[in-house]
């Protein structure tokens, strides 16, 4: 079993950066990944990284402004996102998954609560 509480969302201007954080508690040695969900849309993947952080994969729409990454020692998954823009408006969950490098929602086994992100322009 695994739990998951994420943290560090709010409400920032456009440009602004937010980091997040996701502490994980029972069984951590998943890979690991951000998703995010909007009003009136689907649950839409951001990035992952692999169980021991060598590896990570993003979304276009977030590439080149956010960085996942995990502290082991630490049971933390972190997200930091920069020069944020109003579509990135979301309430974002980290997740675990038992598979390497996926980034299908069903292909996550356990789930937080979310954090809410708010951009305004």
């Known amino acids: 079993q695994v739990q998951l509480v994420e943290s560090g969302g709010g409400s920032v201007q456009a440009g602004d950066s937010l980091r997040l954080s996701c502490a994980a508690s029972?069984?951590?040695?998943?890979?690991m990944g951000w998703f995010r969900q909007a009003p009136g849309k689907d649950r839409e993947f951001v990035a992952t990284?692999?169980?021991?952080?060598?590896?990570?994969y993003y979304a276009d729409s977030v590439k080149g402004r956010f960085t996942i990454s995990r502290d082991n020692a630490k049971n933390t998954m972190y997200l930091q996102m920069n020069r944020l823009k109003p579509e990135d408006t979301a309430v974002y969950y980290c997740?675990?998954?038992?598979?390497?490098?996926?980034?299908?929602?069903?292909?996550?086994?356990?789930w937080g609560q979310g954090t809410q992100v708010t951009v305004s322009s």
């Open positions: 029972g069984r951590t040695f998943y890979a």
């Open positions: 990284i692999s169980s021991t952080g060598g590896r990570t």
């Open positions: 997740a675990t998954s038992r598979y390497y490098i996926r980034t299908r929602f069903d292909e996550y086994d356990y």
